[in-house]
């Protein structure tokens, strides 16, 4: 059965930073191209970085390009997700999943960012 666990959330002021951790199990983890998305209140999920087995080539939205950092670690199991200069905009769920849509993610983490 896969399981992916969340951690690391919390209420941060803008400008500061969160790391996001998650814990896989139940697949082969070092195997899988692996995401981050989030839902922020009101709205649908939303794509936001992704990164492939190796760790070496990683993806971004837009959004947060510049000021988030993907990585993984395979020995670990675990996917991370530095938050830098963070922004209101960026309150939401944050979910690791094993596609881009979301459709298999774990039970999330919620960061909000607010002063």
């Known amino acids: 059965e896969v399981q992916l666990l969340e951690s690391g959330g919390g209420l941060v002021q803008p400008g500061g930073s969160l790391r996001l951790s998650c814990v896989a199990s139940g697949f082969t983890f070092s195997s899988y191209l692996m995401y981050w998305v989030r839902q922020a209140p009101g709205k649908g999920l939303e794509w936001v970085s992704s990164i492939d087995p190796s760790g070496i080539s990683t993806f971004y939205a837009d959004s947060v390009k510049g000021r988030f950092t993907i990585s993984r670690d395979n020995v670990k199991n675990t996917l991370y997700l530095q938050l830098n200069s963070l922004k209101t905009e960026d309150t939401a769920i944050y979910y690791c999943?094993?596609?881009?849509?979301?459709?298999?993610r774990g039970q999330g983490t919620q960061v909000t960012v607010s002063s």
């Open positions: 999943a094993l596609d881009a849509s979301g459709a298999v």
